[in-house]
C-alpha cells in the first residue's frame, strides 16, 4: 500500500507565498512522476505542476513564473510546490499525484495515487 502525506495548505494574503510538501512512503518499486494539481466546486481537477522521474517540468499557463516544484534528493519520493505571488483565483484545494510502479504479488504495477487534498486560501 502506498500513501501521499501532504502538507503546508492554509490562508495568505495576496502577493504572499506558500510551501506545500508531499511525502509517499509504502512499497513503491519505482516512480514516473509526482506533482499538484488543485480544484474548486463545481470544476474540473487541473494540472498545476508535475516533474519526471528525469526532471523533466510541466507548468499551467496561469502558474508559471510564480510557482516551483521541485523534489527532495535526499527525501526519496518527496516533492514540494513553492507558491508566490499568490492571486485570489489560487484559492483550491491541491492534490498530490503520483504515478509509481509498485510491488504487487510478485509483480510491479503501475498506479497512479493521490493525496487527501490540502486547502490553500488566498484572501485579504
Known amino acids: 500500500q502506498v500513501q501521499l502525506v501532504e502538507s503546508g495548505g492554509g490562508l495568505v494574503q495576496p502577493g504572499g507565498s506558500l510551501r506545500l510538501s508531499c511525502a509517499a512512503s509504502?512499497?513503491?518499486?519505482?516512480?514516473?512522476?509526482m506533482g499538484w494539481y488543485r480544484q474548486v466546486p463545481g470544476k474540473q481537477r487541473e494540472l498545476v505542476a508535475q516533474m519526471t522521474s528525469g526532471g523533466s517540468t510541466n507548468y499551467a499557463d496561469s502558474v508559471k513564473g510564480r510557482f516551483t516544484i521541485s523534489r527532495d534528493n535526499a527525501k526519496k519520493n518527496t516533492v514540494y510546490l513553492q507558491m508566490n505571488s499568490l492571486k485570489p483565483e489560487d484559492t483550491a484545494v491541491y492534490y498530490c499525484n503520483a504515478d509509481f510502479g509498485v510491488l504487487a504479488t510478485g509483480t510491479v504495477r503501475r498506479v497512479v495515487y493521490w493525496g487527501q487534498g490540502t486547502q490553500v486560501t488566498v484572501s485579504s
Open positions: 509504502g512499497s513503491i518499486f519505482s516512480s514516473y512522476s
